[in-house]
T-cell receptor, first 115, second 116 residues
Framework: DAKTTQPPSMDCAEGRAANLPCNHSTISGNEYVYWYRQIHSQGPQYIIH???NNETNEMASLIITEDRKSSTLILPHATLRDTAVYYC????????????????FGTGTRLTVIP | DGGITQSPKYLFRKEGQNVTLSCEQN?????MYWYRQDPGQGLRLIYYSQIVNDFQKGDIAEGYSVSREKKESFPLTVTSAQKNPTAFYLCASSMVRRPSTNEKLFFGSGTQLSVL
């Protein structure tokens, strides 16, 4: 399994950029990096994913290092509604009994946006 | 609106009772999944189904059962054999049935199951 390492918690001031790091040193060449977030007592919400190049959408930007061993999710202007647990996930393909499309969710980073 | 609907939001189970959690999707997705989440923990895969009338065990299938009689529906039964059922249960779906690393999951809003 290509697993990920994230800091357990981070704070960010409202209106500032939130930069959430993730290490995935054992990632394989064809594995994408996904980011999801989970607000308390709700289902995870997809944010963004990428393979090699940096990606940007209406929610966030994803910066992947050239060696692909780490990445950073950037929320450019954090709001109070961005307070959530953020999961960095590497797509594991066909691992054992877990099947073809399993995502390995770790414990994530709890981001708290402070007014 | 397209999406995944889980019900009920909260469910209580008595000792020795089987309970069934509902999951319905109108996204026309082939694959559906059940995850369990314990407080402060990540998600663990219980069962998944890639096509109607077929499903596979995940990492923690013991004490659970599923069915996939319709594409839209993937109910999860928590049986009396599951000795520690209290958890937050999440259903998800994805479009493709074939293995792919470029596919995202859509999640329902979850069911919190507690033991009385």
């Amino acid at each position: 399994d290509a697993k990920t390492t994230q800091p357990p918690s981070m704070d960010c001031a409202e209106g500032r950029a939130a930069n959430l790091p993730c290490n995935h040193s054992t990632i394989s060449g064809n594995e994408y990096v996904y980011w999801y977030r989970q607000i308390h007592s709700q289902g995870p919400q997809y944010i963004i994913h990428g393979l090699k190049n940096n990606e940007t959408n209406e929610m966030a930007s994803l910066i992947i290092t050239e060696d692909r061993k780490s990445s950073t999710l950037i929320l450019p202007h954090a709001t109070l509604r961005d307070t959530a647990v953020y999961y960095c996930i590497v797509r594991v393909l066909g691992q054992g009994r877990a099947g073809a499309n399993n995502l390995f969710f770790g414990t994530g980073t709890r981001l708290t946006v402070i007014p | 609106d397209g999406g995944i609907t889980q019900s009920p939001k909260y469910l209580f189970r008595k000792e020795g009772q089987n309970v069934t959690l509902s999951c319905e999707q109108n996204l026309n997705h082939d694959a559906m999944y059940w995850y369990r989440q314990d407080p402060g923990q990540g998600l663990r895969l219980i069962y998944y189904s890639q096509i109607v009338n077929d499903f596979q065990k995940g990492d923690i299938a013991e004490g659970y059962s599923v069915s996939r009689e319709k594409k839209e529906s993937f109910p999860l039964t928590v049986t009396s054999a599951q000795k520690n059922p209290t958890a937050f249960y999440l259903c998800a779906s994805s479009m493709v049935r074939r293995p792919s690393t470029n596919e995202k999951l859509f999640f329902g809003s979850g069911t919190q199951l507690s033991v009385l």
